[in-house]
């Protein structure tokens, strides 16, 4: 059974940094791409930043675009998400998610399996 659990949310004032972490078991993480989502109160979801099953291959959302830093470490089935410069429009439940295949995607039907979400707040 594929699991994720995620770790490293929480309430910050803006101009902060937060790490988000995605572990990630019952599958063979080296093979397949990786994403974070996030959706805000009253909103859909969004996607926010996409790797690539080797790391080679990496895409951001325009509004995080040069603030957030995606990344992983298939020694430990992990992926990351740095958030720099965070803002109070960063606040939002943020999602990893595993993709289908080893490609990284901005769209949301190519991930199968997803983690429990962890809320990051940021204040003005």
């Known amino acids: 059974q594929v699991q994720l659990v995620q770790s490293g949310g929480g309430l910050v004032q803006a101009g902060n940094s937060l790490r988000l972490s995605c572990a990630v078991s019952?599958?063979?993480?080296?093979?397949?791409?990786m994403g974070w989502f996030r959706q805000a109160p009253g909103k859909e979801r969004e996607f926010v930043a996409t790797?690539?099953?080797?790391?080679?291959?990496?895409a951001y959302a325009d509004s995080v675009k040069g603030r957030f830093t995606i990344s992983r470490d298939n020694a430990k089935n992990t992926v990351y998400l740095q958030m720099n410069s965070l803002k109070p429009e960063d606040t939002a439940v943020y999602y990893c998610?595993?993709?289908?295949?080893?490609?990284?995607?901005?769209?949301?039907?190519?991930?199968?399996?997803w983690g429990q979400g962890t809320q990051v707040t940021v204040s003005s």
């Open positions: 998610a595993v993709a289908k295949d080893f490609s990284s995607s901005n769209y949301a039907p190519m991930y199968d399996y």
């Open positions: 790797i690539n099953s080797s790391g080679g291959r990496i």
């Open positions: 019952g599958r063979t993480f080296s093979r397949y791409g």
